[in-house]
Every structure is written in structure tokens, then in C-alpha cells.
């Protein structure tokens, strides 16, 4: 698919919808979204066809106005609201209900970005980790949150409304609304 979305989109990171090829594109890339029986697109939400989108048990809801760039994944339990972009290879993860992956509107998520809704239990020693089976826990990005590239955010985590969060930062912790944070771990430098 790589080289027929490329083709498709003339090489850029989103089709437009300007040109037949773009209109077609972006018809692939809905087909394949839509393809799972609990995923919900908004008629203007635009899926690159090289997108990888899948509810596997759970359910996928994308808003109006709302692009997700090719190469992006998105699975499990995420809700994104309008007018927000996936950028290029971004992870986003939801498990079941209590690790749901709620991303407001007007959000920006740069490329290479990782959002994951649950941790790998590691508990008991004597039991190997992929036995022990994942602890979920919700991540909510409210509105108006601008988040850098190759930025990883954590279960458990709300970024609140109007954020800054900086290039290849590492969020292990709630960001209060309109706060500017970066680092590894990600700390509040200022506030807008």
C-alpha cells in the first residue's frame, strides 16, 4: 500500500481532498478504517490509507475535521474529537474501558509521538512479564493541546487544556491546562 498511498497523496503527509486522487485516497483510507465494525468516522474526518486503524474489541470514534497521517496506528479504545491530527507514526493504544484514550479537539500530535493506556504488570519475579498479563489506565487530552514529536505519554495521564508539551518528552505525570512542560520526565516550565 505504501507505494499506491504515495502515489495517491502526491507524497504528502495527508491528502487534501483537493484533486481526484486526494478524494480517492481518502476514500481508500476510509474503507479500510471502516472496515471494523466499531469504528466511527465523522464525514469530514480524513484517513490516510497507509493509516492503521483497529478497535481489535474495543471502539474507535474520530471526529469532524480530524486527520490521521499515514504510517499512524491507532488501537483499542481512543475517542478523538474534531479538528485534531495524528501526525506521521504516531502509536496511539487504548485497553477496554478503564484504559480509554480520550483526545479532546483542536489537538496537534506531532509524528513519531506514543500514547499507551496500560503498563506491562512485572510484579512476581518468578512469572515472566508476558504472563503477567497489562495494567490500563485512562489518558485524556483535553482541548487545545499542542504535543511535540517523539513525545511518550504514559497510563494515567490527563494533559489539560491549552498545552504545551516539548519534543521528546517522557509524561509520567498530569500536565495542569495551559502549562508548557518538557524533559525526561516531563516538568512544567511555564505556564500560557
Partial sequence: MSILGNFLSGGSSYSSGET???????????????????????????????????????????????????????????????????????????????????????????????IVAANHVFDDPDVPIHKQGVRPAPITIEDDVWIGGQVFITAGVTIGHGSVIGAGSVVTRSIPPRSIAVGCPARVIRTR
Avoid at 471526529?63 to 496511539?92: C, F, H, L
Fill in 20 to 114: 481526484r486522487l486526494d478524494r480517492f485516497a481518502l476514500w481508500i483510507g476510509r474503507r479500510l478504517a471502516l472496515r471494523h465494525a466499531h469504528v466511527e468516522l465523522a464525514p469530514s474526518a480524513r484517513i490516510s490509507p497507509e493509516a492503521r486503524i483497529n478497535p481489535r474489541s474495543d471502539r474507535i470514534v474520530i471526529g469532524e475535521n480530524s486527520i490521521v497521517a499515514p504510517g499512524a496506528m491507532i488501537q483499542g479504545n481512543v475517542r478523538i474529537g474534531s479538528d485534531s491530527s495524528v501526525q506521521a507514526y504516531t502509536i496511539v493504544v487504548g485497553y477496554r474501558e478503564e484504559g480509554l484514550v480520550r483526545i479532546g479537539s483542536g489537538v496537534r500530535i506531532a509524528a513519531h509521538t506514543m
